[in-house]
Structures are given as structure tokens and as C-alpha cells.
């Protein structure tokens, strides 16, 4: 069961640095301005976070297997690793270890990506802004009553 948790681990590790490698190349294409790319990206993403899901599903099972006489509601990889003996012990200690990094790297770079677009979003809005500037409101409020009022009112005093 350890052996079979083991193998799960470093699949799924492997699925992560795959998945830390895009979102390093996106960076990339964020800077280029290439949405084509992008897109393609984005798709390779959404099937590795399905691969990612379905290796994680399997591995709860087979923690909660692992631990089925254990009187914790909610087993986790922790309470394997330390009911395991010495040489599958120090293993999934390492996969644990080195997962954890990775998906601490990848959360980094996702926000730095985010980070990225947002600001090209901002400097969208603002060169359209300027463009194209907005209108006055034609709702219904005092203050654009008195603005429309000023834009009908004619130069000419007629009644003069």
C-alpha cells in the first residue's frame, strides 16, 4: 500500500512541475502579448489540473485505505508517513517535501501571472479612457440635469 501511495506521490509530482513549466512559459507569453499562445496554454493547464485531480482522489483513497482502523475522522499523508517504516518513511517524507515546494512555486508564479494580466487590463482601460472618453450619464439625477442643461442652453438670449 506505502509502495502503491509512493508511486501516486511522484506521478502526481511530476504533474506539478509539469504544470510549474506552463505557467513558467505564460509568463512568458503574458510579457509577449501573444493571446493565441495563451489560450493554447491555458488549455494544457486545464488538462493537467484534471490529471492532477483524478491522482488526488486516488491518493486520499489510499491514505484513507492506509489508515481504515485509525480513529481520525479525516486521515492525511502525515499520519502515513509516520506509521510507515524506516525506508518508505524517508521516501514519502522527500515526495511530500519536494510537492509541497513545487506547489509553493507554482502558487507564486500564478500570482505573479495574475498580477501580470491585471495590470495589462489597467493599461487597457486606461489608453481606451483616453481614446475614448465616457459620456455624461443621461440617467436621471440632479447632477446630470443640470449638465444636460448646460449642454441644450443656446449662446442667443431669445427673449432679449
Same mark, same amino acid.
Do not use: G
Given at each position: 500500500?506505502?509502495?502503491?501511495?509512493?508511486?501516486?506521490?511522484?506521478?502526481?509530482?511530476?504533474?506539478?512541475?509539469?504544470?510549474?513549466?506552463?505557467?513558467?512559459?505564460?509568463?512568458?507569453?503574458?510579457?509577449?502579448?501573444?493571446?493565441?499562445?495563451?489560450?493554447?496554454?491555458?488549455?494544457?493547464?486545464?488538462?493537467?489540473?484534471?490529471?492532477?485531480?483524478?491522482?488526488?482522489?486516488?491518493?486520499?483513497?489510499?491514505?484513507?485505505?492506509?489508515?481504515?482502523?485509525?480513529?481520525?475522522?479525516?486521515? &492525511?499523508?502525515? @499520519?502515513?508517513?509516520? $506509521?510507515?517504516?524506516?525506508?518508505?518513511?524517508?521516501?514519502? %517524507? =522527500? !515526495? /511530500?517535501?519536494?510537492?509541497?515546494? &513545487?506547489?509553493? @512555486?507554482?502558487?507564486? $508564479?500564478?500570482?505573479?501571472?495574475?498580477?501580470?494580466?491585471? %495590470? =495589462? !487590463? /489597467?493599461?487597457?482601460?486606461?489608453?481606451?479612457?483616453?481614446?475614448?472618453?465616457?459620456?455624461?450619464?443621461?440617467?436621471?439625477?440632479?447632477?446630470?440635469?443640470?449638465?444636460?442643461?448646460?449642454?441644450?442652453?443656446?449662446?442667443?438670449?431669445?427673449?432679449?
Amino acid at each position: 500500500m506505502v509502495q502503491m501511495l509512493s508511486t501516486i506521490l511522484e506521478k502526481e509530482l511530476l504533474c506539478h512541475k509539469s504544470l510549474l513549466s506552463l505557467a513558467e512559459r505564460k509568463t512568458e507569453i503574458i510579457k509577449k502579448n501573444d493571446i493565441q499562445s495563451l489560450n493554447d496554454i491555458m488549455t494544457q493547464e486545464q488538462a493537467h489540473i484534471a490529471a492532477i485531480n483524478q491522482l488526488e482522489q486516488t491518493r486520499q483513497q489510499m491514505v484513507r485505505q492506509a489508515l481504515a482502523n485509525s480513529s481520525n475522522d479525516a486521515p &492525511v499523508l502525515s @499520519d502515513v508517513i509516520n $506509521r510507515a517504516d524506516e525506508p518508505e518513511k524517508s521516501k514519502l %517524507q =522527500s !515526495l /511530500q517535501t519536494q510537492l509541497l515546494t &513545487v506547489m509553493t @512555486d507554482l502558487k507564486h $508564479r500564478n500570482h505573479l501571472n495574475q498580477h501580470m494580466v491585471y %495590470q =495589462s !487590463l /489597467q493599461f487597457i482601460n486606461v489608453s481606451l479612457d483616453l481614446v475614448q472618453p465616457q459620456q455624461p450619464s443621461m440617467n436621471y439625477s440632479k447632477k446630470s440635469v443640470l449638465q444636460n442643461a448646460t449642454y441644450n442652453r443656446s449662446m442667443f438670449n431669445s427673449k432679449a
